[in-house]
């Protein structure tokens, strides 16, 4: 009786290890892929969902990429005289790695952002001037700041260190839920306390001078995000290490990694604007209910609509920016508020008045970019000598006399400003953006997933904005889509996944 019992149980193993053997351990664990994904918006981050999702779900299932304006969104760039330049998202940090593989999967140049000599300005003087003479700069800082840059440096590479995990976890698969739960696996508590704190608290409390504060990190988060140092410092740190060497940007511009990302994820672009957004029951061509999410959307004046098994949203939602609404939820998505810096990029060729700054002569005067203290009462935040995209060396001034430079302000300039800060000009081009969040701890980050199959990218602004954060948030999102698609929850929130991944290797 035993011994038939074990017999059949032992044919009935072959006859599954058989069937199996023909494929079915692949399948169970996969479900079909969907049908269709819809993203929207074709910034850095709606693009290079498009890529990881195409690596993820392969080449059958059709995604829509959605877009308004351009493809590129503040990624873009401004032509004076016939030469384009940055006027929104410009350097890459030499660590940023999925921007780094981006590049080199699509077989673009990179140019290395050219130096030049840093000053700033408090409103009456120049409180720090950098030397040409790399010992002198060191020296300077010292005498100045005591070792307090060095250790300043030795913050922000062990903030980066614990920041570099990620690659690590991406490249294994792993996807979290909330960008609370992905931050915490980097740097656990440290990096969630970084997003509730302001960064002068966070480095008066480390020791850092007034001093050192006002006239050195003051002036680089006003460049970089245009705000005091009331920023959680999460992204204090980011805008830090924008200060490292090494950094860089694409050859031709930056905005060529989002078309070229879009042509080779073979999505299909749709030049419209997405409206509404709403959950249905819809009979597949299989013949079963099933739910998916009706997107509607405007091109022209033509109001047009489509279905998606999956959808991610890859831009900032508030009425200002994207404007979405997403109808009959139960519960209603939230709407998040958050509230974006205003920024204006300005580029004018012309000849600086430096007696402004600085009472050196004209022909002394060799600071190629000056920022600005907070209390500085200066109408800009920043001005500094740009090259165009496709300017392999340092800066020349064009053909006449005069340097492109690039000004970053709170509001536009008047006439009266820019000839304020110049001798003469002749060109004047400008661009004002809705840039970046206006930070504010304690920060409570929107979530991942706004309902079932319906994923947000730009919650991770919360923590920083940058080009590599939205391509975090991109790969994270192509992960967590896929994973919840087929059930896969042991690749999702795994705690200690540092620690898991040290040993395996
Ligand atoms: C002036 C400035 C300087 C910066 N400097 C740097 C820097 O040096 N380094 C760095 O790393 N980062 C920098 N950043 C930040 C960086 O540019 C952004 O974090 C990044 O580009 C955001 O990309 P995204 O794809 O998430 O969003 P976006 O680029 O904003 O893309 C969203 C897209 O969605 C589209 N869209 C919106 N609503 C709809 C709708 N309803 N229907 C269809 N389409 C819609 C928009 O048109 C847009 O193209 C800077 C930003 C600015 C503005
Ligand atoms: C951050 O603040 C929030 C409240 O805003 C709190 O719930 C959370 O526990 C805090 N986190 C840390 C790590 O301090
Ligand atoms: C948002 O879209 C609605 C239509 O859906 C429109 O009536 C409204 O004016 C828009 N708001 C903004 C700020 O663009
Ligand atoms: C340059 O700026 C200084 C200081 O603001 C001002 O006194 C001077 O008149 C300016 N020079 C010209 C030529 O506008």
Redesign the pocket.
């Known amino acids: 009786m035993g011994l038939v019992a074990g017999e059949l149980v032992s044919s009935l193993l072959g006859l599954w290890l058989l069937l199996c053997s023909w494929g079915c351990l692949g399948s169970a664990e996969l479900r079909a892929p969907p049908d269709k994904i819809a993203i929207?918006?074709?910034?850095?981050?709606?693009?290079s969902a498009a890529y990881y999702l195409r690596q993820k779900f392969g080449k059958d299932v059709k995604i829509d990429l959605?877009?308004?304006?351009?493809?590129?969104?503040?990624?873009a760039t401004m032509t004076v005289r016939g030469q384009e330049y940055e006027?929104?998202?410009?350097?890459?940090?030499p660590l940023?790695l999925h921007m780094k593989r981006f590049v080199k999967d699509l077989g673009l140049s990179t140019i290395q952002s050219s130096g030049g000599l840093m000053g700033v300005y408090n409103g009456e003087t120049l409180v720090f001037e950098e030397s040409s003479w790399f010992i002198v700069n060191m020296i300077k800082l010292i005498w100045q700041y005591g070792f307090q840059s060095l250790r300043m440096h030795m913050w922000v590479e062990d903030i980066l260190d614990k920041f570099m995990r990620i690659y690590r976890y991406q490249s294994h698969d792993y996807a979290f839920s909330s960008v609370e739960k992905l931050l915490h696996s980097l740097g656990g508590d440290e990096f969630l306390g970084m997003l509730n704190r302001t960064l002068l608290e966070t480095l008066q409390k480390a020791g850092f001078s007034e001093k050192f504060l006002n006239e050195i990190v003051a002036p680089v988060m006003r460049v970089?995000y245009g705000q005091s140092m009331n920023i959680n410092g999460f992204v204090g740190a980011v805008s830090l290490s924008?200060a490292d060497s090494g950094l860089w940007a694409v050859e031709g511009g930056n905005k060529l990694v989002?078309s070229g990302l879009l042509q080779a994820s073979k999505s299909n672009l749709i030049s419209?604007?997405?409206?509404y957004i709403e959950e249905k029951t819809r009979t597949k061509h299989t013949g079963n209910p099933t739910k998916m999410y009706e997107v509607i959307?405007q091109i022209g004046s033509e109001t047009r609509s489509d279905f998606y098994d999956i959808v991610l949203v890859?831009?900032?939602l508030n009425r200002k920016?994207?404007?979405?609404t997403f109808l009959n939820f139960d519960p209603p998505i939230e709407e998040f508020h958050q509230y974006y810096q205003h920024?204006v990029?300005t580029l004018i060729k012309g000849q600086l008045n430096s007696t402004l700054f600085s009472s050196r002569a004209l022909d002394k005067f060799d600071l190629s970019t000056i920022l600005t203290t907070d209390n500085s009462d200066l109408f800009i935040n920043s001005i500094g000598i740009v090259s165009s995209v496709t300017e392999k060396d340092n800066p020349q001034p064009l053909t006449d006399r005069g340097y492109v430079w690039k000004i970053?302000s709170q509001e536009i300039l008047t006439k009266e400003q820019i000839l304020k800060l110049f001798l003469s000009y002749d060109y004047a081009v400008k661009q004002p953006?809705l840039?970046?969040p206006h930070y504010k701890p304690p920060e409570k980050c929107p979530s991942i997933i706004l309902h079932d199959r319906l994923y947000y990218?730009?919650g991770i602004?919360c923590a920083a904005?940058?080009?590599?954060?939205?391509a975090i948030?991109a790969h994270n999102a192509a992960l967590l889509a896929y994973h919840r698609w087929n059930g896969h929850t042991d690749m999702i929130d795994q705690e200690d996944l540092y620690e898991k991944l040290k040993t395996e290797l």
């Open positions: 929207i918006g074709a910034g850095i981050g709606g693009t959605f877009e308004r304006g351009e493809v590129g969104g503040r990624l006027a929104g998202g410009s350097v890459i940090h940023n970089n924008g989002c419209g604007s997405v409206m959307y890859a831009t900032p920016m994207s404007n979405i920024i990029t970053f953006w840039a970046y990218l730009n602004e904005s940058a080009m590599e954060m939205s948030a």
